[in-house]
């Protein structure tokens, strides 16, 4: 069966360091959009990416950036974390915002 | 800014009686979706209303779209705990490529 998978699942770095969280698809959706979720907030776009070599800013894209090298995989980078980028990130695609968004499990990422 | 918000933020009630949670939205749109979320998981796709549309089903869900008040509503008739989770409506904000959620409505239902 087709999945979204997004590794590691909790993380815990220090401020300034690099981070990358993965997201893998199998779905062959173009479409592939990353989210951090903070209570009271609920869900805020990050980046998204329309296909390969295609990448957009969303709402609250300072400090972090993505790239889409292939059609499978769109992996969020925080170039220096930041206590306020400690969240849960979650990693969605689809074939388009005409239909469902399917979801990864969410990385729980702690910047100390 | 947010596009959608739900209504209301959190909704507690004893199980087998339905739930209703609303959500508005500011913009034009093609489509609204709701989504659950259970702890600590990712979000799972429920139903998926068309602009054109007013009123749809699915199984124990029923929602409905008045896009001339910019408003949705979920049902969820004779709930059961398992009901108990997030629920978040999501649009294509403004005819766009992105889905725009709400901050969701917690729901608890009670045995």
């Known amino acids: 069966d087709a999945e979204i998978t997004q590794s590691p699942r909790h993380k815990i770095t220090e401020t300034g360091r690099q981070v990358t969280l993965a997201c893998h698809q199998t779905?062959?959706?173009?479409?592939m959009f990353w989210y951090r979720q903070d209570l009271g907030h609920g869900l805020r776009l990050i980046h998204y990416?329309?296909?390969?070599?295609?990448?957009n800013k969303g709402e609250v894209s300072d400090g972090y950036s993505v790239s889409r090298s292939n059609t499978e995989d769109l992996p969020l980078t925080l170039e220096s974390a930041a206590s306020s980028q400690t969240s849960v990130y979650f990693c969605a695609s689809s074939e388009s915002t005409q239909r469902e968004a399917f979801f990864g499990q969410g990385t729980r990422l702690t910047v100390v | 800014s947010q596009q959608g918000e739900e209504d209301p933020q959190a909704l507690s009630i004893q199980e087998g009686e339905n739930a209703t949670m609303n959500c508005s939205y500011k913009t034009s749109i093609n489509n609204l979706q709701w989504y659950r979320q259970n702890s600590g998981r990712g979000l799972v796709h429920l139903i998926l209303?068309?602009?054109?549309?007013r009123e749809k089903h699915s199984g124990r869900l029923r929602v409905t779209l008045d896009t001339s008040k910019k408003s949705s509503s979920l049902l969820i008739t004779a709930s059961r705990a398992a009901d108990t989770a997030s629920y978040f409506c999501a649009t294509d904000y403004n005819y766009g490529q992105n889905f725009v959620f709400g901050p969701g409505t917690r729901l608890s239902v009670l045995p």
């Open positions: 990416s329309y296909g390969v070599q295609d990448t």
């Open positions: 779905w062959n959706h173009n479409n």
């Open positions: 209303i068309r602009s054109n549309e």
